[in-house]
Each structure stands twice: as C-alpha cells, then as structure tokens.
C-alpha cells in the first residue's frame, strides 16, 4: 500500500484493535497492556508521521506525541501501584503524568491554530462565545461539584479541581480550532475529532465519578482509544504536510446555518441556567449564571457589531465599485452622470470629450495588456491636466470624460490637454505616439446630464474628421439629424434601385483612346434629386451599408462590362476602408466574377492610403484578390499615410496620382515636381502611373511630357451612364 493510503490502513488496525479490547478479560492485567499498546503504538505513528511526510511544523506534532506518551505513562504508573504495589492512592505520579498531558496537546492545538493567516476578530469571538457557555456549563455541572466535594488534603483538592480546568482550556482551544475561517484539511479535522473524543471521555469521566461509579473496562474506554488511534492516523494523512495557512479563506468567517443554530444555542445556555432548580440537590450558582449572562450579552453585541461594521464596509465596497472603473480606479459613466447632474444644479459645467484613435490597432498590435495599461496611464495623465476640481472618468472602452463645474476653465483645460498629448505615452514597454479626438460641451440652458454628454459625443465626432477639437454648436445637431436621415434612407434607395452607375473614361496618351473605365455610384433620391457620393458614402461606411451597397456597384459594373460588347479593356470599382476588413470580401468578388463570366484580369480594384494604412486584414485580402488575378490600384496617392512604406506593403499595379498635384502642374512649382517624381517611381517599380482630375489640354500636355502615358479627368469626360467608346479629346499631333 502507498504511503498515501497509510491512514486508512492505520485507521482500520487501530478500530479493530480497539474492539479486541473487549474482547479480553475485563480490567484484568491482559486488557491493560492491550490499553496502553495501542496509546503506544500511536504515539510512535505520529513520530513515523513526520519522518515521512517532512512537515513545515514538526513541532505541534511531537507535542501530540508526547502528551499521548504522558498519558500511557500515567497509566503504567498507576497498574504498577494496582498489580505490584496493590495500593490506590490519589494523588499519585499517575496523576502528574496525566495531568502533564494537557499542557503538551493544548501546545500542540495551539501551534495549529496559529498556523492561521490573518486576524479574524468574528472568529475569535465566537471563540469567546462558545469557550464561555460551554465552560459555565462545564463548571456548574462538572467543576464546581468535584472542588465542593473534595474533602482531602490542598493537594488532593487542586489536583481534583486541575483535570476539569485542563479539560475546559482543552476545550476553549478546540472551539477556537473550529470557529476559524481556513479550510481544514483532512489532518486537521482529524485532530479536532481526537481532541473531541479525548473531551467526551474526559467530562463523561468527571460526571460518573462525581455523581455515580466508574469501572474501567467499559465503553468509555472506547472514546479515549479512538481518541489515541485518531491522533496518529491524522500523522499518517498526507495533509499533515500542509500548512493550514495555504489552505486560509480570504475575509472573515462566513455564519453558516449550523454556526447560527450553535452560537445561538451557546447564547443561550446562561439563562437557561437560571430554569434548573438543583443540581444533585444543590442550588445553581446564580451569580455564576448572571456573570455568564452579562459576558456572553456582550460578546454578542460585540458580535452584532462587527458584523454591522462589516456589512457597512462591503456595502461602501460595492458602492465604490458600482461608481469606479476597475482598469484606471476612476469614476465611471454611472458616477460621472450624477456629478454631472449635481454641477448643473449648482452652476453652469462644461464636459470635454476624449476618445483614443486607433485604439483597436493598439491593441491588436502589441495586445490587450498594452491596451490596459496605456488606458491606465492616459486616465492618471487626464487627471493631471485637467486639474483637482475636475472630475475624469472612464466613460466607454477608449473614452474619457471630464467635468468641470465652472465652464470658465475650459479653454485653459483644454490647452494643457491638447498639450499634454503632443509627448509620446510610455505603456507597458512601449512608447506611444496618442492621437485623440476632443469634442466640448458647455452647458448653456441644458439641464439633463444625458443631453450635455450627447452634445459632447456629437462633438467628438466632429473631431474625428478636423483633427482638433471641436465645440458643440447647433450646426452638429443639424448634421446628425441630416446624417441620421440619409442613413434611414439609404436601405430604402438600395432596394428601391435608386442607385445607379456612371462610368469615367480612363484614356491613352497622346491619342485619348479609352482603354478603362472607373465606376463611380449616383442616388437619385425622389424628393432630394442626385445627391453626392460625398454625403452618402461616408454614412454607409459609418452605418455598415457600404458592404451591401460595394456589393452591388460590383454585380452592376461586371453586367455592364459583359452586356457591351465595345466595353473597354477594364473596369476600375473602388473598395471602402470597411468592405476590404470584411472576411466575405475575397469570396464575394470571385463569385460575381465566375456569374457573370468576366475575367479577372479585366477587373481592377481601387483602394485608398487610408483603407490599408492599418495593414492586417487588409493588405491580407489584397493579395488574396491579387492571387486571383485582379488588378490592384492605389487611388488618390500622395494624400494619405506613408504613400511609399505602402508601396512595398500592398501588392498594387497601378498608382493612381491625386489630383491636387495635377492641379497647378502647368505653372511648374512643387506640384510639377512632385508628379514627375511619381511617375519615375512607378516605373522604377514596374507600376502603371494614371495621372486624376485632368481638366485642361495643358495639363495633359504636360503629364505626358513627365511620362505619364494614361489619364482620366472632365477634359477626357466627365462620368456617365453609358460605356465610353471613342476618345473625348487627344492632344495636339
């Protein structure tokens, strides 16, 4: 049998040792040494215990151990007196032996208890609770008796009245030993039950000599047998080995229904005193009971007390954790609306708005914890800027908030803040460049706090777009409203068919024949007329409509491209910074081209600088679509983010000159040389260079003097619905 299963094996020999015990001759000498074999045998498991489980505390062991041989050798001494010396006196160097275990297993239970982490002030007065009705209860019955009765000598008498008092600090120690807030381990309860069992024997002892006779060799035997087997098979359980400590609960005691009923029990055991009339004849000690009464009224309310202390302490707990973000130890949304409701009943506050841009790049580029702590880091840094009057909360995932009570301090505050973001943010090991959009509301005549954090949001989103802050005007109400229109709208006008496409040439230099053209996207709206694609596609990027909307200009244009048969080579369709991060995309464009037949090569798709500037998903796609066979255009280049790190990233064939550089090209200038530049590094890297927005013969004159040999602009035609097929204009032969 393993080493782990030893105290079961011990636990079975020594129940089965016990019961041959009354099995021999009846307090003859055999029974006797059957006694104190098995005391000794025990004693020696818990030694063997520590040799071979290497506990953290030896000692409290080696106290069990000895006391246990302290009481074995009590009884040797007195079956010396009994069958060599035939003589019984009391006291005895028995009653020294015995008496001198108490102090070795009450050291021991101490040690144990000890072991304990943290100060559990319920559980030490429950402690109290149950050591003092207990005790009172033990002395009325037990103590008081034996010391009145005792008629011998001092000596006779202290030795008489020592065994309940060891018992009743036995006692005590047991109580506190179970009243603790640990988990017990399976050793540990052990202990307590041998200590339990020793206590039973021990008291029914006292009582049957005190009111009645004892002759060994009868069942109470049983008790202080078991209690010296439990005590060794709690050595040999492989929890002896660990410290009660690691096994210790966070936070005081919890009151279970049975630590209720037994406290309640305990409280009630003084004045159920005062309804016993006589114990063997003789009044109850009154006073006794009044002084247990009063004691164990005030351990209670001590009790009650702590546990109102208690209550009010979680109760302000979950009141700061219901009004405090968790990550940065600030206000939340909840407790910043009631600040802010209590500063408009006061006065006339401002609230200034903060969202972290691209904080989703953050944190799928470097992770989460960067994330949390460059959120943790700016909260403490807003906090700072903003001043101790100002209240900063945590309002959303990447959002801030700041409240301050007198909107005279705004342009103050909202300079250093501005400031106070210019400086690169050191966030788990990296040095962040912050970019934030920054919207302000004063109050003005608002009143609801809602309505004043609604007005800041709108400014915010504002901000987005300018780059700098934003205050709250009317004209933002007036946009959202426009917006939130138009995006009811856009729904209705996709199923309705009130879009429709329009088709710009893309043409050879010099002679102007089309060989692409751009499919551009128009909404007849029935009662707003044509309205710009610069009002409706930034809605239907924003709202998510632009992948169902991208999705249909794409069937539409590969139809188009294959109902003509004069269509041009190709057909450029442009892709939004959010149907390019749609998973479906790669597979959407392949299956319209397989439907309608077009090739791929016939297809090009146009994205901005912007759109891929994130890389990730993007770039991933493109070179999907790419491996596909399609042509990829970077459009509007020289506008966007790090135009030539992109160069190198996205798999493009085609780049695509803004027309803010083609615009002043005839008058020289950095414009002219900038488009020169472009188109030399197109064909450095073998890349196809379409100059935009060509309104003059000049223009075109000039590009294709710098090279450039494909065009596109109103000079060449403007967008319409039909496929262009003959050049618009060319340049002079």
Known sequence: MGRDRLWVAALAAGTTATGAYFLLPRQGLAQNLAYNAIGLVFAAAMVAGVRLFRPARPVLWYLFSAGQLMSVGGDVVWEVYQYVLH?????????????GCYPLLAAGLVVLTRERRGRDESALIDTAIVGTGLCLVFGLFVIQPIAAASDGSTLEWLISVAYPMADAVLLIIVARLYTGSSRRTVAERLLGIAAVLLLIGDIAFAVLTQYSSYEGGNLLDATFLMSYVVWGVAALHPSMAVRSGTAALSGPARVGLIRLAALTAVSLLAPAMMFVPAVMGKGVDRFAVGVGSILLFLLVAARMAGFVRRVQKQAARLEDLAMHDELTGQANRRHFLRRLEQALAAGRP??????????KRINDQLGHAVGDHLLARLGGQIAVLAGETAVVARIGGDEFAVLLPDAGRTADVLDRLVAGFDAPVAAGGHHLLVRTSVGVAEAGDVTEPLEILRRADLAVFASRGSGRPRHFTPELDRLAHEEATVGAELRTALRDGQFRLV??????????????????????HPRLGTVSPAVFIPIAERNGLIVELGAWILREACREMVADPHSPERISVNVSPRQLAHPDLVRTIADTLTEFGLPAERLTIEVTETAVFDGGPAIEALHQLRALGIRIALDDFGTGHSSLTLLRTVPAQVLKVDKSFVDEITVGGQSAVIAGGLIEIANGLGMTAVAEGVETAGQAEVLYQLGYRLAQGYYFGRPAGTMPRTPTAALRP
């Open 87 to 99: 003589r019984s006196p009391y006291p005895s160097p028995a009653d020294v032996l015995y008496l």
């Open 350 to 359: 401002a609230v200034i708005r903060l969202n972290v841009n691209d904080f």
């Open 503 to 524: 088709f710009q040439p893309i043409v050879e230099l010099p002679h102007g024949r089309v060989v692409a053209v751009e499919t551009l996207v128009r909404w007849e």
